[in-house]
């Protein structure tokens, strides 16, 4: 069935008027359905066919009957109303961050701690959410929200980094990863000045070169350039290399729940590592603020007072 010219103009509450009188059989009964006065449905029907030049029902004393184009345009209508019912769920669900998914840039443990806790709540509340963790240093992860290819990273430090917003979220002590038959095992807490003489080994994959920069600077401070040599190895890999002796290395405090034998964690006095979210203010993915504000959430619940920088303002 072809539509004429002007079909481009009926509204959605003249497809409505019209499933309604062929559904009753009568416009008196479609009216008192819908809320709607005997007239105003005729009157729209009769509208709806001047539209498509075409009789849409047949009238007679008892009510209405369709002609054989309005059973073909009943079909049509109802494919309509039924598609747009599913796209406004649709559009909730990601409202209510039920569906879609949400791109997450770590540079820190899953294994325990607010990231840990943070990521388990969320999954359990938005179970069709697509969750997906990228690692990265935190200059990859930045380029990737610029371009929306990310859609938050959980970075440490407060920098600024422009075009991105961010908040302060929790702090984690910092330790030192050492065989457990060194001597500075025996301490229940180590010192910088403790540490001058030690070598150190970090990985070639993020976090490697972080921790390479936070051992140069507090080390460098005591007036002591440290010993520090590059394993091309992940994250993983890297505690058994300070087992057999090759070197120590530092992690924050979600890495201990790690128990690997041959080694042994120890906190470094005063060393707090603080961590942010940071995301792009033109991010708009329901799925990604549902997760923003369950962190803030998180965070002012545990006393820790996120502090936002809206630098992309």
């Known amino acids: 069935m072809r539509?004429?010219?002007?079909?481009?103009?009926?509204?959605?509450?003249?497809?409505?008027?019209?499933?309604?009188?062929?559904?009753?059989?009568?416009?008196?009964?479609?009216?008192?359905?819908?809320?709607?006065?005997?007239?105003?449905?005729?009157?729209?029907?009769?509208?709806?066919?001047?539209q498509l030049g075409a009789a849409l029902f047949h009238r007679h004393s008892g009510g209405v009957r369709l002609t054989f184009a309005g059973k073909r345009f009943l079909r049509r209508v109802r494919q309509i109303i039924r598609s747009l019912g599913e796209g406004a769920q649709?559009?909730?669900?990601?409202?209510?961050?039920?569906?879609?998914?949400?791109?997450?840039?770590?540079?820190?443990?899953i294994a325990s701690g607010f990231l840990a806790e943070l990521l388990q709540a969320y999954g359990h509340r938005h179970a069709k959410v697509q969750i997906g963790l990228i690692d990265g240093n935190p200059d990859e992860h930045v380029?990737?929200?610029?371009?929306?290819?990310?859609d938050v990273a959980f970075l440490t430090g407060t920098r600024d980094w422009p075009d991105c917003d961010s908040v302060?979220?929790?702090?984690?002590r910092v330790f030192a990863v050492l065989p457990d038959r060194h001597a500075l095992s025996a301490l229940e807490e180590l010192t910088w000045h403790d540490l001058v003489d030690e070598p150190f080994i970090v990985s070639?994959?993020?976090?490697?070169?972080?921790?390479?920069?936070?051992?140069?600077?507090?080390?460098?401070?005591?007036?002591?350039?440290?010993?520090?040599?590059?394993?091309?190895?992940?994250?993983?890999?890297?505690?058994?290399?300070v087992a057999i002796g090759r070197g120590l290395t530092l992690v924050s405090e979600a890495m201990t729940v790690a128990r690997l034998p041959g080694i042994t964690y120890r906190p470094i006095a005063g060393e707090i590592l603080p961590f942010s979210a940071?995301?792009?203010?033109?991010?708009?993915?329901?799925?990604?603020?549902?997760?923003?504000?369950?962190?803030?959430?998180?965070a002012t619940t545990e006393g820790q007072h996120p502090q936002t920088s809206d630098v992309g303002d």
């Open 3 to 50: 539509m004429a010219k002007h079909a481009s103009t009926i509204e959605l509450r003249h497809l409505r008027y019209f499933v309604a009188a062929a559904e009753q059989g009568s416009f008196r009964k479609a009216g008192a359905a819908i809320g709607v006065h005997e007239s105003a449905i005729s009157r729209r029907i009769r509208d709806l066919e001047d």
């Open 90 to 109: 649709d559009i909730a669900s990601l409202g209510r961050a039920e569906n879609g998914s949400v791109r997450i840039g770590i540079y820190s443990s």
């Open 143 to 150: 380029a990737a929200i610029r371009q929306l290819r990310l």
């Open 168 to 172: 302060r979220l929790w702090s984690e």
């Open 204 to 241: 070639e994959a993020a976090p490697g070169q972080e921790i390479h920069d936070h051992l140069v600077r507090r080390l460098a401070d005591l007036g002591w350039h440290p010993e520090i040599h590059v394993q091309s190895v992940g994250r993983d890999n890297l505690l058994p290399l």
């Open 278 to 298: 940071v995301w792009s203010p033109r991010n708009d993915n329901p799925a990604f603020r549902r997760l923003l504000s369950m962190a803030r959430g998180k």
